[in-house]
C-alpha cells in the first residue's frame, strides 16, 4: 500500500474528502456571517442557534406536520429566516449607532437565550432525523466508503455559496447592497429604502444559517448545543478569511476543513485546536485577514 | 402627629426587633436538624439528560419517599452546573462547603470534575456520593475514605460489554476515545479485558470533547480493520459515533460497535432503527421488575418533560439520597454532620435497599457493588411501547461485577 509521509494514501485521501464536507458546513456558516457583518456591521453570535433551529424546524415540520426532508430544506430557512427578521427589527435595528460590542452582546445574549428554550423544551440528547430515502447508501471509491448524503452536502454547499456570491457581486440588488455598505446616507438619497434592505439582508443571512441546520439534521444528533458546538470554529473561519469578505469566507471554510482533517490522521488530540492556531498565525501576519481589506 | 409618628416609629422598631429575633432563633433550631445535599452535574450540556434536572427530581423523590420529614429532619437541596469543567466544579464545592453549610456533595458525572470534587472533600472531611461519573480510580489509585463510588465505573463497563464483545468473537478492538480522564480510564480498563481474554487492540484515536463530528476517526477505525470498535466516550457524543457509523456503513460491513457506556436516553435519541442490535451494561432500567416500574411511576412525573425515563445516574441518585438519610435518621443530624468519615463508615456498615437499585452493599474502598446488567436493544419490531427499549442478555453478580478490592490499590485501606 503507498504511504505518503507514514499514513496510508487511501486513509489520508479519505480524510481530505471527509474536511471537504466539513469544510462545506463551515464555508455555508460564514457565508452568512459574512453577508450580515457586511452588510449591517453586526457580528451576530445568534448564528450557531439559527442553525440549531434550522435543524430543530426540520424536525417539528416532520414529526408535527408530517412534511419531509425537501419540503423542509425550503421551509425551514423561511420559518427561520422569518424570525431573523423580527429579531432584526424589533432589537438589532436600534444599535446600528453603536459601537460593534454592543450587537455582539446583544446577539451572543438571544443566542443563549433560544439554546436554553430549546433546552428546556427537548433536552439535550437530540432527535433522531433519518437520512431522505432518495440519498441513502453510499458509494465504494476505493480508499474509502462514502455517504451519498455527504456528497449532496458538498454539492448544495457549493452551489449555494456560488449563488450568493452571484447575487452580491453580479446583480442589481447585490450592487445596491454593496453601495449601501459603502455609503448608506448617498444610496438613501437616490431613493433606495436602505433600512428594509439591512432587515432583509440579515433575515437571508439566517436562512442560509438554518439551510446549513438542516443540511446537518440528517448527519448530527438535533440537539440543543449542536450550534454552539459549530459557531466557535466558524467565527475563526470568518476571522481568518477577513471579516466581511464573502469570497474569503468560503474558500477559507473549505481549506480549513481540510486542515482539520488532516489533523485528525496526524494529531487527533490537536484538531479541535488546529483552527486557532492558523487563526492567530493569520492574525499576526495579516491582521485584516486573508481575504479582507484593512 | 408628630406624637403619633414617634409611636408608630418606636411600636415598629419594636416589632421589627422582635420579629428580627424570631426568625433567626427558627432557624438556629432549623439548622440544628437540617441537612444539605448539592447535586453538581451537566444543566447545560451534553450529559444533562443522562442526569441533570433528571438527577434532581431523583433526589427529591428519595427525600419523600424515604420519609425523614416526619422525624423532623429537613433536607435542602442545592443544585449547580458545572458545566463538565473541573475549574467550576472546584469552585462550586468549596463555596457550598464553606459558605453554605453543605453536608453531601452528590452525582458529578464527567470523572475529570468528580477527581476534583474528590479532593476537595476530603480536605474538608465532608461526603462524595458519586452517581455518574465512570472512572474507577474514585476507588482505586484516587480512592477516599468520604467517597462512595455508587452506580457503574469503568472496570464493570469494561468486563460487562468488553467481556461480552470479546465473548462474541470480537477479538480485534480499536478505541474512540474521549480525551479526558474517563475516556482514558475505559480504555484502560477494556484493553485489559480485551487482552486477557486472548484479543488484541490494533489502535485508538483521542477525540476532542465534547465532539460533533466524529466521521474522521470512524475512517481510521474501518482502515484499521478491527473487527469490533469499542467507544470509550458517553452521552452526545456516544450519539454521533453511533449515528455516522451507521451513515459510513461501518456496521453494515460486519464491523461491531461496543458502546461502553450508554444510557436510555441516548437510545432515545438515536431512536430504535439506528440503535437496535447494540448491546449496553447498566445497573438500573426503568422496567427491570416490580421495583423498578412503581419507582418509575412515582418519579415520573417530575422528570424533564414528564416523559424521560430515569437512566441509571439518576437512579443511583435517588439509592444514594435514600440511604444517606438511613444513616442520618440512625445517627442524628448533629452526628452525621460531624465527621464525613463517621457518616460514611456508617454507611457502608449497612445493606443498601431501595426500589430503583434494588440490594446491595458498600466496600471498604467505598464501591457500591450490585448486580450488573448487559442489554441489547430490541428492533423497532420486538418493541411494544415508548421506552421499551432493552431486553435483559445477561446478569453478573455483584460479586463479580466489580474489581476486585485487593486489584484497585486503595492507599487508605492499607494505613
Redesign the interface.
Known sequence: MDEIFGIPAPLLFGQLLLGLINGAFYALLSLGLAVIFGMLNVINFTHGAQFMMGAFVAWMLLNYLGIGYWGALLIAPLIVGLTGVILERTMIARLYKLDHLYGLLLTFGVGLIIEGLFRNEFGSSGMPYRIPAELTGAWDLGFMFMPIYRGWVVVVALVMCLATWLVIEKTKIGSYLRAATENPALVQAFGINVPRMMTLTYGAGVALAAFAGVLAAPIYSVNPQMGANLIIIVFAVVVIGGMGSILGSVITGFSLGVIEGLTKVFYPEASSTVIFVVMAIVLLARPAGLFGRS | MTQIDRRTLIGGAAATAAFGALPSWQARAQAANTVRIGVLN?Q???????N?PGSVACVRQAIQDSGITARGINVEVLVGDHQNRPDVGATLTRQWIDRDNVDVILDVPTSSVALAVNTIVRERNKIFLNSSAATSDLTGAQCSPNTIHWTYDTYMLAKSTGGAMVRAGGDTWFFLTA?YAFGHALERDTSNFVRAAGGRVVGG????F????F???L??A??SRAKVVGLANA??DT??SI??AA???LTR?GTKLAALLMFI??V????L??AQGLVCTETFYWDLNDRTRAFTRRVLPNM??GS?RPGMGQAGCYSAVFHYLKAVAEMGVPAARASGVETVNRMKAMPTDDDAMGQGSIRADGRRIQPSYLFEVKSPRESRGPWDYYKLLQTTPAEEAFRPMAEGGCAFLRT
Open positions: 451537566d447545560s450540556g451534553l450529559y444533562r439528560d443522562v441533570g480525551d484515536v483521542r477525540t476532542p465534547p465532539g460533533t463530528d466521521s474522521g476517526f475512517v481510521q474501518q482502515a452521552g452526545g450519539i454521533n449515528k455516522q451513515e459510513f456503513g460491513r436516553s441516548d432515545h435519541s438515536l431512536g432503527e439506528t424533564p418533560g424521560l
